[in-house]
T-cell receptor
Framework: GAGVSQTPSNKVTEKGKYVELRCDPI?????LYWYRQSLGQGPEFLIY????????DSGLPNDRFFAVRPEGSVSTLKIQRTERGDSAVYLC?????????????FGAGSRLTVL | DAKTTQPNSMESNEEEPVHLPCNHS???????IHWYRQLPSQGPEYVIH???SNVNNRMASLAIAEDRKSSTLILHRATLRDAAVYYC????????????FGKGTRLHILP
């Protein structure tokens, strides 16, 4: 596609529910990143994939958060037993990542509100 | 992760040049300097990057100090649409690397 697509753009859920956020990266981009951003803060790194495997998941805050990218393209961020503190904008980015400078293209984000 | 230091906010008048500073005193020889910006209610967008030499593109210029411990993003003629948060980031250039954002500089453009 022309850009990074994220769905849903907005998600409102209740505390304790399960949520899935989807990211469709630019075709041919091998690296995919997830960030979350709270109001007034910079994006916080969560996890990134190189192909199908998670190259670095050191930013995932706890085991309620999990992400997959089974075919090396679309990725899903999964949050179990959501808490009010999970409310944020979840950003996805992709890059060609062929060495040298690593330039990311971001989607518009998925805004998650946990009531 | 290498760190950068930026002012929290800056103001500039419309149609004047803007110089956004960034300090990165712990930069290593293989770190690229990247700039991204984030307009209100949007995801970050790439602006420019460089390694050692100054760089120009259609959006901005990047001036890199000779010792690489600082850099400056230059918007040659600011418009109201340039009001955004600007992030200066270091990224290791020879392997896969996560991009770590700081708080950035919030740029206000005065009409």
């Amino acid at each position: 596609g022309a850009g990074v697509s994220q769905t849903p753009s907005n998600k409102v859920t209740e505390k304790g529910k399960y949520v899935e956020l989807r990211c469709d990266p630019i075709s041919g981009h091998t690296a995919l990143y997830w960030y979350r951003q709270s109001l007034g803060q910079g994006p916080e790194f969560l996890i990134y994939f190189q192909g199908t495997g998670a190259a670095d998941d050191s930013g995932l805050p706890n085991d309620r958060f999990f992400a997959v990218r089974p075919e090396g393209s679309v990725s899903t961020l999964k949050i179990q037993r959501t808490e009010r503190g999970d409310s944020a904008v979840y950003l996805c980015a992709s890059s060609r990542n062929r060495g040298g400078a690593n330039v990311l293209t971001f989607g518009a984000g998925s805004r998650l509100t946990v009531l | 992760d290498a760190k950068t230091t930026q002012p929290n906010s800056m103001e500039s008048n419309e149609e004047e040049p803007v110089h956004l500073p960034c300090n990165h005193s712990t930069i290593s020889g293989t770190d690229y300097i990247h700039w991204y910006r984030q307009l209100p209610s949007q995801g970050p967008e790439y602006v420019i990057h460089g390694l050692t030499s100054n760089v120009n593109n259609r959006m901005a210029s990047l001036a890199i100090a000779e010792d690489r411990k600082s850099s400056t993003l230059i918007l040659h003629r600011a418009t109201l649409r340039d009001a955004a948060v600007y992030y200066c980031i270091l990224s290791y250039g020879f392997r896969d690397d996560k991009i770590i954002f700081g708080k950035g500089t919030r740029l206000h453009i005065l009409p």
